[in-house]
């Protein structure tokens, strides 16, 4: 396992939206330094990096992408330690071989519909960065 702080536009997300109402909560308590990284897979076509897909934590990425900061990233790099911290469970990946696969065949091509490839594509869809514009204005 490796810790990192990945740039916004490196985060890989496998939803294309969030809620604003946990948007909203997570935003008033945010503190960068008590955060915890993120669970992620690197993410590797040709033996280049393309990215690191996030396995949860969407709502708690977006918070920190409009606070301006870097993703603090939990970079998997074993099975057993995937399996632990995926929440998807319906899918039941097994490997992070699988997870990758399904990124590929489904939830890329589909957030790829909505214009969402990454964490800052998210945040710009679905209007968080004109929320927290107004909650800035509100304080």
Same mark, same amino acid.
């Given at each position: 396992m490796e810790i990192i702080a990945a740039?916004?536009?490196e985060v890989l997300v496998i939803q294309y939206s969030v809620r604003e109402d946990i948007v $909203? !909560?997570? +935003?008033?308590?945010?503190?960068y330094g008590q955060f915890r990284p993120?669970?992620?897979? =690197? +993410?590797? *076509? &040709?033996?280049?990096?393309r990215g690191y897909i996030l396995t949860d934590g969407h709502h708690?990425? !977006?918070?920190?992408c409009l606070n301006g900061f870097d993703i603090p990233l939990k970079i998997e790099? &074993?099975?057993q330690r995937f399996r632990k911290n995926i929440r998807n469970?319906?899918?039941h990946f097994h490997t992070m071989e699988k997870f990758i696969a399904y990124y590929e065949s489904f939830w *890329?091509?589909? %957030?790829? $519909? +909505?214009? #969402?490839? !990454? #964490? %800052?594509? $998210?945040? =710009? #869809? &679905?209007? $968080?960065?004109?929320l927290a514009i107004s909650l800035t204005k509100a304080n």
């Open positions: 740039k916004p536009e $909203l !909560s997570l +935003y008033h308590k945010f503190d993120l669970p992620a897979v =690197r +993410y590797e *076509k &040709n033996g280049i990096l708690r990425a !977006s918070v920190v790099d &074993n099975d469970p319906k899918h *890329k091509p589909a %957030n790829r $519909l +909505y214009g #969402i490839l !990454s #964490i %800052n594509d $998210l945040v =710009r #869809i &679905n209007g $968080l960065e004109e």
